[in-house]
């Protein structure tokens, strides 16, 4: 990547690519009023990298309002997981794009009323005819008004129009549950309208987005890919000198280091800034830092113009072991896969060790100049969550809790021990309009303990938890040290003569303290009081969940073909030191 | 000048740039076609630094007629 970054790079690579049978699929579908050519070969490249297999569909030329309103069309046929629908505010005003002052005060209202139900159905109809998300790239703001400086004095001038149409889209859908805004403006402001308006592009080929540009605006829907696929980063590793602050602590010492007060010291406060704002909706950072304890956890603790302190690092490697085993003991500690991982390094000789001995890392190179470690930190798209949930609020202190969790099992040595005196309490719940974002998330996110690792979103749960032949609950799991929301979830589907568990996982951070056994204990019990013999699971093997590969054998199911099956009248040991709540 | 010209036309349009000659035109190219022309109007003008006029992308009719606008331009490397 890097210098090959120009749409014909997407072009032509979009032909290369032939295996893609990765775990991760999505089918996207590209709406567009203008010419969208290039946009479906660069996120199926953008995809390819990311280890997604993508599909695409593209609606003909200007023919999207045909296409969402007609229910036999290609693009329903196509069965999208995600629609983009891209419409060009030339298109959508019309000639009042040149001349807004054509209309009066009540024909402008009533036109903006009429735009924003004619866009609002559009999205509403695809969500109501299938399980897509629909993405919307709002309308783009003009830079130019005939009125010129007395543009602001209007009461509806035209970019007053633009803005309102945008905004009241906005409320129209903030309740649909798979409808979202690309906010296009944005993306304006950021690259600047006289790059990714081309004039000579626009009258040659119809084109809303310049050439030149069209592989960064694919960047902003990745983010949605990203979320909805979950291939989103959830821990930051950072390294200490020249990446948290300017200097080397054990040589320039405590006074000397760059942290605030000079250019290059402002560059770290801000780049910690950034970092605190993502640690408190959920992302988790670390540290792995070659240096001395003492003199690192110093700065940590007592520099005024330090703004992370300990209590936002979830794990703190300060020694001198090499990078790779530090970052390996980071992902065991936190139980988090390995992929989870983002690392930002100053010093490329360990960015390259990284790289080659953990691929999956994503390694974020750092340039020399520290200005840019805010920008390069703020532009990276990999920690979007198509929902931010409670858990995701709470993430941080669960972390935290956790670190007290394992001082506590070392203070009390004897695991067993250690389990009674959790008081461990656990709340198992029946899929909700409250818990259903979050059970999909789990789905999607959820790699180690998950047996069948079926990926759900969040209306495929929703008909699911509807669906009087399934059981969909979740599980909220506390102890003395703190809530640990919902961790857990399991779908099952019943059957005349017999169950079987269609899902089952639980989020890693609890695993092995017996909860997984008092939740499959659950599904038994009822399965009992409908006189239901037969409960039957698969475990469906992948690169990560190893740790679920015994579960059902050393519960008691045995082997029969390709499922694990259970006898409900076997009696099972229930584990003791759970104390399980009913909420249904 | 022709060789970085045939050079950045093979890679846009993805062929050996022993098959790009001053006659090639879409009439004996099938990979040019009018959306990849635009791709490589535009990275050339990067390349060299000029930006076309909309009357002069249109006359461009085979890879000769850049020849032309280039040294309409000036440009000769």
Redesign the interface.
């Known amino acids: 990547m890097g210098k090959n970054e120009n749409l014909s790079y997407f072009l032509n690579e979009a032909k290369n690519i032939k295996t893609d049978d990765f775990e991760k699929k999505i089918r996207i579908a590209i709406l567009g009023s203008s010419t969208i050519n290039g946009y479906e070969e660069t996120i199926r490249v953008k995809c390819h990298q990311k280890k997604i297999a993508c599909r695409t569909y593209n609606s003909n030329y200007n023919q999207y309002n045909q296409e969402i309103l007609k229910k036999d069309s290609k693009f329903y046929e196509f069965k999208p997981d995600i629609t983009f629908l891209i419409l060009d505010v030339r298109h959508v005003l019309g000639e009042l794009f040149f001349i807004p002052y054509s209309l009066s005060e009540l024909e402008k209202r009533e036109f903006i009323k009429n735009k924003v139900t004619e866009i609002t159905n559009l999205i509403k109809t695809i969500t109501n005819h299938s399980k897509s998300h629909v993405i919307f790239s709002d309308l783009q703001i003009p830079t130019y008004s005939p009125y010129g400086i007395n543009e602001q004095k209007q009461e509806f001038g035209l970019k007053q129009i633009v803005k309102n149409i945008n905004e009241k889209i906005k409320i129209e859908i903030k309740n649909e549950d798979l409808a979202y805004i690309l906010d296009f403006n944005e993306f304006i402001q950021k690259y600047g309208e006289e790059n990714i308006f081309n004039y000579k592009q626009y009258f040659s080929g119809d084109m809303k987005i310049s050439i030149e540009f069209i592989p960064k605006f694919i960047d902003e829907l990745m983010k949605f890919v990203n979320a909805l696929t979950g291939s989103t980063k959830k821990c930051i590793v950072l390294d200490l000198d020249n990446t948290l602050w300017g200097g080397v602590v054990g040589e320039d010492g405590f006074d000397k280091i760059k942290l605030g007060d000079d250019p290059i010291g402002k560059s770290f406060v801000e780049f910690q800034k950034r970092l605190l704002a993502l640690n408190q909706r959920g992302i988790i950072l670390a540290i792995n830092s070659k240096n001395n304890f003492d003199d690192a956890i110093k700065v940590i603790n007592e520099h005024p113009n330090m703004i992370l302190r300990k209590e936002n690092f979830s794990s703190m490697k300060i020694n001198w072991n090499d990078k790779v085993s530090n970052l390996r003991e980071i992902s065991k500690e936190l139980n988090i896969g390995i992929d989870s991982l983002v690392f930002f390094d100053d010093d490329q000789m360990n960015r390259e060790f990284v790289r080659n001995q953990l691929s999956d890392v994503l390694v974020v190179d750092l340039p020399t100049d520290s200005s840019i470690y805010p920008k390069i930190l703020t532009e990276m798209n990999v920690f979007e969550s198509i929902k931010i949930t409670d858990e995701d609020l709470k993430r941080r202190d669960m972390y935290s809790q956790q670190q007290k969790r394992n001082e506590f099992k070392n203070e009390v040595g004897d695991f067993n021990e250690f389990l009674k005196k959790m008081n461990i309490e656990i709340k198992i719940k029946k899929a909700n309009n409250f818990s259903i974002s979050r059970i999909s998330q789990l789905t999607l996110k959820t790699n180690q303990f998950n047996l069948t690792t079926k990926r759900y979103k969040e209306k495929e749960i929703e008909i699911f938890s509807k669906d009087e032949n399934k059981i969909v609950e979740c599980v909220e799991v506390k102890d003395k040290f703190g809530d640990n929301g919902i961790t857990g979830a399991y779908i099952v589907e019943k059957k005349e003569n017999e169950w079987i568990i269609d899902t089952f996982l639980l989020s890693c951070r609890i695993i092995g303290r017996g909860i997984e056994d008092s939740m499959l204990e659950q599904i038994i019990e009822k399965a009992r009081k409908q006189n239901i013999k037969i409960i039957k699971g698969k475990f469906i093997p992948t690169q990560k969940n190893k740790p679920a590969e015994n579960f059902y054998e050393n519960f008691g199911f045995s082997l029969e073909q390709d499922f694990w099956v259970f006898n409900t009248d076997n009696t099972i040991n229930k584990p003791e030191h759970i104390k399980v709540i009913k909420n249904e | 000048m022709s060789e970085k010209l045939y050079q950045i036309i093979s ?2 349009f ?1 062929v050996e740039s022993s098959k790009i000659n001053d006659e090639t035109s879409p009439e004996n190219l099938e990979e040019w076609d ?3 022309f ?3 109007l ?2 050339l003008e ?1 390349e060299f630094n000029i930006k ?1 006029d ?1 009357d002069e ?1 249109l006359e461009i009719k085979k890879v000769g007629d850049f020849k032309e606008i280039f040294e309409r331009h000036r440009i000769n490397d």
Do not use: A, H, I, Q
Request: aromatic share 20%.
């Open positions: 890679k846009v993805n009018s959306f990849n635009y791709v490589l535009d990275e990067n076309f909309l992308t």
